[in-house]
C-alpha cells in the first residue's frame, strides 16, 4: 500500500492523472478524484499500523438562539 501511495503522490505533484503500479494503471478523472484516493490509502495504511484515522471531524451543534 505504501509503494501505491507513493506512485499515486508522485503523479499528483507532476500534474498527472494516470499511474501506473507493476502492470496496471488507473488513469483518474479530476485532481479531486485523486486526493480522494491518496487519503483513502492513507487511512487504511493508519488503520494497518493501528494508527488512529488522520482525520478527526468534531460536530458543532448549536440551540439556534
Known amino acids: 500500500m505504501q509503494q501505491r501511495l507513493e506512485a499515486l503522490l508522485e503523479a499528483r505533484d507532476s500534474g498527472a492523472l494516470t499511474v501506473r503500479h507493476g502492470d496496471k494503471s488507473v488513469t483518474y478523472r479530476s485532481d479531486s478524484?485523486?486526493?480522494?484516493?491518496?487519503?483513502?490509502?492513507?487511512?487504511?495504511?493508519?488503520?494497518?499500523?493501528?494508527?488512529?484515522?488522520?482525520?478527526?471531524?468534531?460536530?458543532?451543534?448549536?440551540?439556534?438562539?
Open 33 to 65: 478524484e485523486m486526493a480522494a484516493a491518496i487519503a483513502s490509502l492513507e487511512d487504511r495504511i493508519s488503520a494497518a499500523q493501528g494508527l488512529r484515522p488522520s482525520r478527526i471531524i468534531y460536530p458543532r451543534t448549536s440551540k439556534g438562539y
